[in-house]
Nanobody, 123 residues
């Protein structure tokens, strides 16, 4: 049973930083792609960033490119999302996700999801 558990959300002022973590368990993830999505109230879930676990290739939404960095720790089976220069528009529930093999930007392509962690950026 695949489990993804996010942590690290919170309240931060605009311009600040947060690091989200996603602890993965239940299988070997070496052939998986890991994604971060977010969903603000009244909006659809949107792609933020993703990476392939094995070779570490990455993809970012234009809205976060240059501010957010996705990374992983193989030994801890944990994926991170470092978020810098946060803006009020980044306020959302952030979800970790997983799918086999390659990165995709559509949420419907991901089979496994965490419970989400709230990020609130005040102006």
């Amino acid at each position: 049973q695949v489990q993804l558990v996010e942590s690290g959300g919170g309240l931060v002022q605009a311009g600040g930083s947060l690091r989200l973590s996603c602890a993965a368990s239940g299988r070997t993830f070496s052939n998986y792609a890991m994604g971060w999505f977010r969903q603000a109230p009244g909006k659809e879930r949107e792609f933020v960033a993703a990476m392939t676990w094995s070779i570490g290739s990455t993809d970012y939404a234009d809205s976060v490119k240059g501010r957010f960095t996705i990374s992983r720790d193989n030994g801890k089976k944990t994926v991170y999302l470092q978020m810098n220069s946060l803006k009020p528009d980044d306020t959302a529930v952030y979800y970790c996700s997983a799918r086999p093999y390659i990165v995709r930007r559509a949420a419907s392509e991901y089979a496994y999801w965490g419970q989400g962690t709230q990020v609130t950026v005040s102006s």
